[in-house]
C-alpha cells in the first residue's frame, strides 16, 4: 500500500489521546502571542522562514517561537535546510 500525503491541505492537530488532546487544547491559550501567530501559521499548512514570519507575522526570532514550541509545549514541528544561490536557510512545516 502506498501512502499519499497532500501537501497542499492543511494540517489538523489532534493528539493521539484524550488526555493529550485535553491539555493540548487548554494550554494554546498560554502560548505567547508570537508563539500563537506561529502555531495557527503552522496548522494551516504555511511553511515558515525567519525572513517570512518577518514580513508576514513580524516575528522577529522565529527559531526562538519555533523552540518555545518544540521545548515548552511539545508541538512536534519539522524543518529542513533550503539551499539557493549559494546560501541556505530553514524552512518549518508540520
Known amino acids: ?3 499519499v500525503v497532500d501537501f497542499n491541505r492543511p494540517v489538523s492537530r489532534k493528539e493521539n489521546n484524550p488526555e493529550s488532546q485535553d491539555n ?3 494550554n494554546k491559550k498560554r502560548f505567547s502571542k508570537q508563539c500563537q501567530k506561529v502555531y495557527d501559521a503552522l496548522l494551516r499548512g504555511k511553511r515558515l522562514t525567519t525572513v517570512s514570519a518577518l514580513l508576514k507575522y513580524q516575528i522577529g526570532d522565529l ?3 519555533i523552540k518555545d514550541l518544540k521545548d515548552t509545549h511539545k508541538i ?3 524543518d529542513k535546510w533550503v539551499k539557493t544561490d549559494g546560501s541556505r ?4 512545516y508540520m
Not at 536557510?89 to 518549518?92: G, I, L, N, W
Open 89 to 92: 536557510y530553514k524552512e518549518y
Open 24 to 26: 493540548l487544547d487548554k
Open 1 to 3: 500500500m502506498k501512502t
Open 63 to 65: 527559531r526562538r517561537r
Open 76 to 78: 512536534n514541528i519539522k
